[in-house]
């Protein structure tokens, strides 16, 4: 039997459409119950676009034809949807139909945890049947191996389930675990020596004589990454690489190049990412078993600044978590785990280089927090703002009472998920300071909501009007704000070949929005219309009303900062020219 549909009504996932169906007939356990199935569309696109337009049997026009028809069907209500005993059956107009066990189909008010597992590996299964349309056989085969891949992990994730004790003394989470089953992704050890003495060695005080890596005492603690005992030969050995050297070594040369920046304002996250796992979009911001830029500038400035030491944070347990908040990031063009360590970058530059340590009562707690809150403040961002929540009425917009929707999703999630233990970072601090910490972090991530940025400015403003001494700790507390927010929107004062990365980045999510919008019939967003393209209108108004009034501001604070008007001013022009 058909039922009706309702699209958007929750946005969990980036591309994911999460239909709510209502009024279910002809099951008795769901009739009259809203239920939801996630049906992962544009998270397929992503992982399989490229084998698509690499074949050479597709130009990607025929693949583009098929993701074309099946959005198109969901937009305009023209899929149909019947109901058995023990299936749901899907069938999009000019793709084809595909089946979803009724077990695999929860009602609303009872979803926990990540159901759709089961459903996603059958939309993977889907697309290798659809592949073999328009792909060689090359092709499909590593496709297929994705596909048995991602059957195993759902195998392995029910048998979790099925084997777990359900303890009602043991903690539950009422958030997606991005790394389920796991905990930490499999980092290459080396590596993460060769970061940790690059950034660590001239201020730990046994540099000279580093700890060994085994441990035979007690071989079932954690494994902590230690400094290598001859950083020196290792070095060498990296700086010497070649193209004929194995490519670990490559890896290791292109990571040690880029955090040779990383006190600088030019550091490349491009540069990192892609040293990591190969590119900055699609597979490349979703398979990252070795971690990728966000985990490394984390794991390098956490260190820089001792506050694994200072608060005795166990060196796996900051791994698992460096882990687990990439891993939470979508691969949006825009706001995903790059885009989060390049504000935490500018966060650390602005403490160190840009002179905020000098200037204001900064303690450690503060820059724990001010770290912390830089690598998770778009956690979980579905690559769509604020304004598009509230419009279309979604969960995440009633759940938190169109205030803050997105900004207060992405600090709750992270730190419900440290509820588990093996992510409490912050499991050794006293819990005075545990509440000071999470009161800080979550006053920054607020501030980066852009509905809060005429208030914060003015209230700083008015702040060093009275005086230049911020030695309170709400005077603190708001200096920090204004350095989440100057991290969050330095795109525009960075040298012009990073600048206009990020500029390609923004507009292609942004026009992502804008087919959303139109798709719901809904007004299309400013500057996300891309049939009226107006790029370079948008970034000059958003530099000049901005970006420059606040770095203004804050480089009267913070002299040293002034340079970056100068890179803006400069972009600016950018766009002023013929083009």
Not at 266 to 280: I, K, P
Not at 288 to 305: E, I, N, R, S, W
Not at 307 to 314: G, N, S, T
Not at 380 to 405: C, E, S
């Amino acid at each position: 039997m058909s039922c009706a549909m309702k699209l958007f009504t929750r946005v969990d996932t980036p591309g994911a459409l999460v239909v709510s169906l209502i009024s279910v007939e002809g099951d008795e356990n769901y009739s009259g119950k809203s239920v939801h199935i996630s049906v992962a569309l544009d998270d397929a696109a992503r992982m399989y676009g490229k084998e698509f337009k690499e074949s050479e049997a597709c130009s990607g026009q025929d693949w583009m034809a098929v993701t074309s028809s099946m959005r198109d069907a969901f937009v305009h209500n023209t899929c149909s949807l019947a109901c058995s005993g023990t299936t749901v059956k899907l069938t999009v107009p000019k793709v084809g139909s595909f089946t979803i066990p009724t077990t695999d189909v929860r009602p609303t008010e009872e979803a926990r945890g990540p159901p759709e597992v089961v459903i996603q590996t059958q939309m993977l299964t889907q697309m290798a049947n659809w592949s073999a349309l328009f792909m060689n056989r090359d092709k499909q085969s590593v496709l297929e191996r994705k596909v048995d891949s991602a059957e195993k992990e759902a195998e392995n994730y029910r048998v979790q389930l099925n084997n777990s004790n359900h303890n009602p003394d043991e903690i539950q989470v009422c958030v997606r675990n991005p790394l389920a089953p796991h905990y930490c992704r499999e980092f290459d050890l080396k590596l993460l020596q060769m970061i940790k003495a690059q950034v660590a060695l001239s201020d730990d005080p046994d540099a000279d004589e580093p700890n060994n890596l085994d441990d035979e005492e007690d071989p079932k603690r954690c494994v902590e990454v230690m400094l290598p005992q001859d950083y020196a030969a290792l070095k060498a050995e990296v700086l010497a690489a070649n193209p004929a050297s194995p490519p670990e070594m490559l890896q290791y040369k292109a990571v040690h190049s880029a955090l040779t920046h990383l006190d600088e304002w030019e550091y490349d996250v491009f540069a990192m990412q892609t040293a990591m796992s190969g590119g900055v979009l699609g597979d490349a911001l979703t398979y990252m078993p070795q971690g990728g830029c966000l985990a490394v500038t984390a794991f390098a400035l956490f260190h820089k600044y001792g506050l694994l030491r200072q608060y005795e944070i166990d060196e796996q347990t900051f791994l698992n978590w460096c882990s687990v908040v990439e891993s939470g990031y979508h691969p949006n063009p825009y706001h995903n785990s790059v885009h989060a360590a390049d504000v935490l970058h500018i966060t650390h530059y602005v403490l160190s280089k840009g002179g905020l340590q000098e200037t204001v009562s900064i303690q450690q707690e503060d820059i724990f927090s001010a770290l912390f809150a830089a690598a998770i403040h778009d956690y979980n961002h579905p690559g769509i703002n604020n304004n598009f929540h509230i419009q279309a009425r979604t969960y995440l917009a009633t759940l938190f009472n169109d205030k803050h929707v997105l900004e207060n999703m992405h600090v709750s999630s992270v730190f419900e998920l440290m509820k588990m233990p093996q992510y409490d970072i912050c499991k050794s601090m006293d819990d005075e300071t545990k509440r000071s910490v999470k009161d800080t972090i979550t006053e920054l991530v607020l501030a980066t909501d852009m509905a809060m940025h005429a208030k914060i400015v003015a209230t700083f403003k008015r702040k060093l009007f009275e005086t230049r001494q911020l030695s309170r700790k709400e005077d603190v507390r708001l200096a920090l704000q204004v350095t989440l927010k100057i991290a969050d929107i330095s795109n525009c004062c960075r040298p012009h070949n990073l600048y206009i990365n990020w500029c390609n980045h923004i507009t292609d999510e942004f026009y992502l929005q804008g087919d959303r919008e139109r798709g719901l019939g809904h007004a299309v967003s400013p500057f996300m219309d891309r049939f009226d393209p107006t790029v370079a209108k948008g970034q000059i108004a958003f530099m000049s009303y901005v970006v420059i009034p606040l770095f203004e501001c804050f480089s009267e604070f913070l002299p040293k900062l002034v340079f970056t008007i100068d890179h803006c001013n400069k972009n600016k022009a950018f766009w002023a020219e013929p083009q």
